[in-house]
């Protein structure tokens, strides 16, 4: 396969597996439109990683029962992720970067749960780890 068939398949599952997240997402929140902010946003544009770019500002949808279906719809894509940050409004400038690497056989953990309300410190992703540098 010729690069630029390569690069058209890659474009094809990035709208496939982004299409699919936010078919998950929306029964679980409302997306962000031009009407107004919403729970979560899936960036639309393929930037040439096989990678999905999530943004969720309402802390409901990093439950666990909501990543482990993310992680469900991402195993049909072997060597594909999703990144998810975390993006909360009114927290922008005093919540640090953080966010998971949602892959096929793990989850990788980088949220920061001392800034999230209390109901919100303990959750856990069942074989998550954290991240290191090379992540």
Same mark, same amino acid.
């Given at each position: 396969m010729n690069r630029e068939e390569n690069d058209r398949k890659q474009k094809q599952i990035f709208e496939l597996l982004s299409a699919q997240v936010d078919k998950l997402l929306n029964r679980f929140g409302k997306s962000d439109s031009l009407l107004g902010p919403g729970d979560y946003s899936v960036y639309g544009d393929y930037w040439g990683h096989p990678q999905v770019k999530v943004t969720v500002s309402? /802390?409901?949808?990093?439950? *666990?029962?909501?990543?482990?279906?993310?992680? +469900?719809?991402?195993?049909?894509?072997?060597? !594909? &992720?999703?990144?998810? +940050?975390v993006a909360v409004p009114g927290h922008y400038d005093n !919540?640090?970067?953080? %966010?998971? #690497?949602?892959? *096929?056989?793990?989850?990788?953990? %980088? /949220?920061?749960?001392?800034?999230?309300?209390?109901?919100?410190? %303990?959750? &856990? #992703?069942? %074989?998550s780890r954290r991240g290191t540098e090379r992540d």
């Open positions: 309402n /802390l409901e949808l990093l439950r *666990p029962d909501v990543v482990k279906r993310m992680q +469900a719809i991402v195993r049909d894509f072997p060597g !594909w &992720e999703l990144v998810v +940050a !919540w640090p970067d953080m %966010g998971l #690497y949602v892959r *096929p056989h793990e989850v990788i953990d %980088g /949220l920061q749960r001392k800034y999230f309300p209390k109901e919100f410190q %303990g959750i &856990e #992703y069942e %074989g």
